[in-house]
């Protein structure tokens, strides 16, 4: 792991999604109890998405959300891990409906791999439902690994079942 992950304000981009319940307060509940842990500086537009690599699900609501932590990246999962549990979600079955999802796709530029988590994400690149919110908040972000931008790797896997709904956000109207 690089030196910035001992940064103590480490810049973060989290991805989020739900497909069960009420999706869109599930994504701003989240948001609210990542507040505690995450200054949230911006947040992306919501998606509806197609559940990707799963059987007949109800699709997804997705959203990213840039912001600064002290947290470390495993306390970072770990804060994480917390929050989902505490809104309901039990296990972390791959490609399960779930009442709230919430990834690190990006820290601070860091790369890392342990057995718990991976950073940048792993699919991150290939992953419609993530890069498309990512890329409205983070275009010329460039991906740790393969020095592209989100938005050409965005624009790389396109927009296939990948909705933006401009009627609906999460961020409060003044």
Excluded: W
């Excluded at 949230?40 to 990707?52: A, F, G, H, L």
């Excluded at 740790?144 to 927009?159: C, F, Q």
């Amino acid at each position: 792991m690089s030196a910035a992950a001992n940064t103590v304000n480490a810049t973060v981009y989290l991805g989020l999604g739900a497909n069960m319940g009420d999706r869109l307060a599930n994504l701003g509940e989240a948001l609210r109890r990542l507040s505690g842990h995450v200054a949230i500086q911006r947040v992306s537009p919501v998606y509806e998405t197609v559940p990707v690599g799963m059987a007949a699900q109800p699709d997804f609501l997705n959203a990213a959300c840039l912001g600064t932590t002290a947290l470390l990246p495993l306390a970072l999962l770990e804060r994480i891990k917390e929050i989902e549990q505490a809104m309901g979600r039990t296990g972390r079955t791959q490609n399960a409906s779930r009442l709230i999802d919430i990834d690190i796709l990006l820290y601070d530029g860091v790369t890392l791999e342990t057995p718990s988590l991976t950073i940048p994400h792993p699919r991150l690149a290939e992953r419609a439902f993530a890069l498309a919110p990512l890329a409205d908040i983070a275009d010329g972000v460039l991906h740790p690994t393969l020095h592209e931008t989100i938005a050409t790797l965005a624009a790389r896997v396109g927009s296939v079942g990948v909705r933006r709904l401009d009627d609906v956000s999460l961020v409060p109207s003044a």
